[in-house]
Nanobody
Framework: QVQLVESGGGLVQPGGSLRLSCAAS????????MGWYRQGPGKQRELVAT????????IYADSVKGRFTISRENAKNTVYLHMNSLKPEDTAVYYC?????????WGQGTQVTVSS
């Protein structure tokens, strides 16, 4: 079965950096558009960034443009989210998503807390 396992979350001070990873299994990773979404306290889940199968196109939420970078390594079945200049409002559970045709999968999420 398909599994998406996120890692790399934690507590970081404002202005700090984190790198999230999402390891995929049970799927043909190179066929899927991969994405990161987040859900902050009392908020709806929102798109953070997506990346196409060949890394030819990335899409970012306006709130993270210039601070976050999404990348992938198809040989390792892994997608990353590099987060810089973190702000308290970036605090959320971050979820990995895989989408292709009618297939849509989610990871369990990893907590990111930005606080001094």
């Amino acid at each position: 079965q398909v599994q998406l396992v996120e890692s790399g979350g934690g507590l970081v001070q404002p202005g700090g950096s984190l790198r999230l990873s999402c390891a995929a299994s049970g799927m043909i990773f190179s066929m899927y558009t991969m994405g990161w979404y987040r859900q902050g306290p009392g908020k709806q889940r929102e798109l953070v960034a997506t990346i196409t199968p060949s890394s030819s196109r990335m899409i970012y939420a306006d709130s993270v443009k210039g601070r976050f970078t999404i990348s992938r390594e198809n040989a390792k079945n892994t997608v990353y989210l590099h987060m810089n200049s973190l702000k308290p409002e970036d605090t959320a559970v971050y979820y990995c998503n895989a989408a292709w045709a009618r297939n849509n999968y989610w990871g369990q999420g990893t907590q990111v807390t930005v606080s001094s």
